[in-house]
């Protein structure tokens, strides 16, 4: 098999459209490295992602059209991407998201190439050709450098939403169509339902957003509940407002509640007790917002505005 | 149905830190348990077997005193275990790792069902399922969250996951992994344990495969570890937004978008 | 494979991820409502604690006494009542498998898998002095009829089955083995105790109860032997469970003081919060040692009366002062009824009293240490 000079994306589907997590990718490939960056995109006939990907500036689409394709298994797509790479030769890299598909499609198609793969990756580098790759291992405590000297494509998947996003205004991507791609279908699996997830039951614990409510924020709570909607946030409290009619122990955030580990935590009135803070030091972002300048709340904060909730919700739920 | 299950021993917290003499990984006074996900795969195994019979068989890669993970699964209810363990092994990426795993169950003969955990927790990949499945050249179900059989041959398979919900009839032969959903694990039985010595506990070693050498251990294995670190602690870097309101919910809104940290609209 | 080492690893492996789950989530509540919330007794029973101790020829586990303080300790660690609870059902059922005879033993011994056996000597007038106790058994035929009551037992009203002992004669103890479902057997009211909660203490009414010759436990006469025997069982498992109490204590310190701060640095930089931590580590630590010794002598056949009372009779002092400084360092959460440090402190007073006073252990040890060295 003849190697190429590109790296390659694997574009992720969700449904009907394409997971953010592939923009992520290309931008964060097209910054580290000079090799022309490919993105490898498997549709049905009348989709046309390829219009939507093309914004964020990648060398060349290869777009395999094919109806049977747009749904498929994991078998099935690890044998059409290991077609593509007898059509076009192996490249220097191979990335997917690693979302459950990316984590299913990648070692298959690894296993079937016989080269590495790291898992999960944070972090994505090049010394010359070689990929150095970074990922966590026992539950995020421990950081590896990871590299695959001698074996191509090296492939990794590459934790979503670690990377910035960047489109791009030039419209120099080449469309490569593909209609006559052979790859084996898995006769063993029917996939008999494959529909969005339904929303789930506001659950603190799980939530990707919170908006929590402290004693300077109980009054605002309406303003709160419409930043809670635009943003698909779920609402937690402080626990002296467990004893309001509005709330009850299950939104308890803290040491006697719940322990939270959103992306994204906007604390409004709160000040920030040892025991309320127990329950948030996993969250990814944290923004306050407090009267007092020195509410310690601050100290555990990455963004804080010092003013009243009210102001601060209103003109928030403005601009959102 | 013939069943294996995959099972690792991995320390039984992986809040581990890099000792920093040494550079590497402090285990001291960590001693060792069944992979979490692994007991999910377990106890599916056995559900499987309870309804339409079979037998269970527990396979580990892994030193010698991964034999006590082995006992403890077939205190749990297997019927038989096979350790694989030979200094050749050593140092084996998950490719190496899939390969001797596959070999073992080939060598096992006619086994419907592969079953693993969704990943390990100490080297979190989650490739051993899938790697497993291609060398055997058999059909995968990963991510399994609930697992009902439906005839002798096939079962019916939900997985629900951010993005996508789905349900799966697959046939055999088939590797599922499984989510911390599948399966009720249960307490070994403190009687039961002795009477799971009465089970056979064999030993494999690349003499016992027919493997090739050069796809063992370290040197089968494309991946190296470079270097190992601790990662940056997280510091919260306080960040004063404008105290204008107005000002300071656009800089925020902003800084949102930036971040991935509003919901895609769907 | 040394196949005692893996069993012993596989069962700790168990209880320690039982006790993580299904006991320490339930510590608080199962202090504050007096009960095995949660369904926590049918796990225990169903996981198979019972059998932990009773040999395999009954169909039990057989583990040791290094082994069964070790379950112990973890478990104490999740809630101490429940580790008390199983300490009183393993020494009944080790008096039964010293001093049974063969029909007893086949009889009760495989019930212990299910059903719960408690030891009950105490009466309103004898404690400290067994001498003191009316309850009597007097012979009649081939059976004895057993009258008196009993208080203060260890899982009375939950234990099914009861050791209790009586005088055959003025100046004579013996223990007969009677069961919660013979005429003339009753329950009486239950104790409020300060501490260790969750596990019920009570009493139970014996009105003329009738059993064969072989529900005695040894001969006739046999009483003082058997009780101490007990006690020597039951204060090994004792060290055990307040060295759990103790390192529930470190872990909950050991959080807070490297979180809560003082002008900027975690109080557990200040020296007199160190020296609080260093002193109850030394106090868990011996305590362990302590228990640990006295089972292993316990398993190879020695002696062991002199240590298992000094397991008891310092861990008891050490956990209640290492309760104490834990609440000290925990500041006025220390003292809060939401904080789990002031039901520690109580749970581990308990231990001072029950299973033979303080007072009475040193005697015993001091005599023993006295007499071998004369
Ligand atoms: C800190 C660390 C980081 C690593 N990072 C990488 C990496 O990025 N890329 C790479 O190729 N290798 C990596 N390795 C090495 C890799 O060797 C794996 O640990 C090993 O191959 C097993 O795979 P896994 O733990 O990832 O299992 P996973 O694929 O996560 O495990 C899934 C399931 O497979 C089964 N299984 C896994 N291992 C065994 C076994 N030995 N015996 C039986 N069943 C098993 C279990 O059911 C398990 O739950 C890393 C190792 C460590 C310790
Ligand atoms: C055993 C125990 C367990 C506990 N567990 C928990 C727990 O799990 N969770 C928990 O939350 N608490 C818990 N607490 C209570 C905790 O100690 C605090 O009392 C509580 O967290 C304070 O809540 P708060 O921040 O809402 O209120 P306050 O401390 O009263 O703070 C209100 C904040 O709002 C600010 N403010 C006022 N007006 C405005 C305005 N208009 N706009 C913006 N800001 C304004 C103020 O400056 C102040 O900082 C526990 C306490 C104990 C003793």
Known sequence: ???????????????????????????????????????????????????????????????????????????????ALSGLIDKFGTPISFIFAATTFGRSVAPRLQAKLLTGLTADCLDLSFEDDLLVQTKPSYGDN??????????????????PNIFKAEKVFDDTTKIVEINDLNWDKDANIQITTHVL????????????????????GKQDLNNANELANKINATVGVTRPLTDMDEFDQSQQIGQSGETVAPDLLINLGVSGSVQFTAGIENANTIVSVNTD????????SDYCFNGSSEDFLKALNKVL | MKIVVGLKQVPETTNVKINEKTKNIDRRGVSGVINKYD?????????????????????????????????????LGADEAVLLSDRAFGGADTLATGYVLAEAIKKIGGVDLVIMGQQSVDADTGQMGPIVAEMLGISQV?????????????????RYDD???????????????????????????????????????????????????????QSGSPTVVRRIMSPEPKERAGKMLSTDATKAAEELAGILHEENLLAEED | MDQLKTREEILLRMVKSFTENEVAPFDSEIDQTRSYVNNLLEKVHDAGFYSLVTPEEYGGAGFDGRTSAKVLNILAKGNASIAVTLEGHYKSVEQIVKYGNDKLKAKYLPQSADRIIAFPMTEPTGGSNPMGINSHAEKHGDSWIINGDKIMITNGGLAEIYCAMVKTAPTELSFFVVDQDMDGFEFGKQEKFLGLTGCPIGEILMDNIEVDEYHLLGKVGMGPEIGNSAHDDARVLMGAVLTGIMEHQLDIVSEYATQRKAMDTPIIELQTIQRKVADMTIAKETTKLLYQQAAIMKDSGQDYEQEAAMAKAHGSRAAVKSGDDALQILGGYGYSLEYPVEHLIRDARAMELAEGSVEKMRTEIALIEAKSRV
Request: net charge negative; aromatic share 6%.
């Open chain 1, 1 to 79: 098999m003849t190697d190429i000079r590109e790296n390659w994306i694997f574009a992720e589907k969700s449904i009907n459209k394409i997971n953010s997590a592939t923009f992520q990718l290309i931008t964060k490939m097209k910054s580290i490295s000079e090799i022309p960056v490919t993105v490898v995109l498997l549709e049905s006939q009348a989709d046309s992602f390829e219009n939507e990907i093309k914004q964020y500036g990648p060398d060349k689409i290869l777009t395999v059209k094919d109806d049977e394709l747009d749904k498929a298994d994991d078998v099935s797509v690890a044998s």
């Open chain 1, 142 to 159: 421990i950081m590896c450098e990871i590299v695959i000297p001698d074996f191509k494509p090296q492939m990794a998947t590459v934790r």
């Open chain 1, 197 to 216: 997830p339904a929303k789930t039951d506001e659950n603190l614990a799980t939530a990707d957003r919170i908006v929590a409510l402290g004693r300077g």
């Open chain 1, 293 to 300: 300048k020195h509410a310690p709340i601050f100290k555990q």
């Open chain 2, 39 to 75: 007991r999910n795969a377990l106890q599916t195994a056995l559900d499987i077997r309870d309804v339409v019979g079979g037998t269970v068989i527990a396979m580990s890669m892994g030193p010698n005193d991964f034999a006590v993970s082995l006992q403890e699964a077939l205190s």
């Open chain 2, 142 to 158: 990963t991510y399994a969250d609930e697992i009902q059989p439906k005839s002798d041959n096939e079962l019916r398979i939900k």
């Open chain 2, 163 to 217: 993005n996508i919900e789905q349900e799966i009839i697959a046939k055999t032969p088939l590797m599922l992994t499984t989510t911390g959903n599948a399966g009720k694990p249960e307490y070994v039985n403190v009687v039961e344990i002795k009477n799971s010595f009465e089970k056979p506990l064999t030993t494999w070693t690349s003499k016992d495969m027919p493997v090739d050498s050069n796809r063992l251990g």
